[in-house]
């Protein structure tokens, strides 16, 4: 499969809600660890560091479907 076609593949159907579910469960993780503080004593929170916390996860569950699909076929 092509590079492109296996991304577009990666981003639709099951393999977009693994990425989804990905992006969630460690994001929210690594948001508890990263910002934990501010949760806890009521600070403002880093809105670039929370979204880039989420996006991280789920481009690299995308990066690893797409590369799975490209190289199966």
């Known amino acids: 499969m092509k590079p492109l076609a296996?991304?577009?593949t990666a981003l639709s159907g099951a393999y977009l809600m693994r990425?989804?579910?990905v992006a969630l469960v460690v994001g929210t993780v690594?948001?508890?660890i990263n910002q934990g503080d501010a949760l806890v004593q009521?600070?403002?929170l880093n809105i670039a560091k929370l979204v880039l916390t989420y996006l991280v996860?789920?481009?690299v569950a995308t990066y690893g479907a797409a590369t799975a699909l490209?190289?199966?076929r």
């Open 6 to 8: 296996a991304l577009k």
């Open 19 to 21: 990425a989804m579910m």
């Open 30 to 32: 690594l948001n508890l």
């Open 42 to 44: 009521g600070a403002p």
């Open 57 to 59: 996860p789920f481009c």
């Open 70 to 72: 490209a190289q199966s």
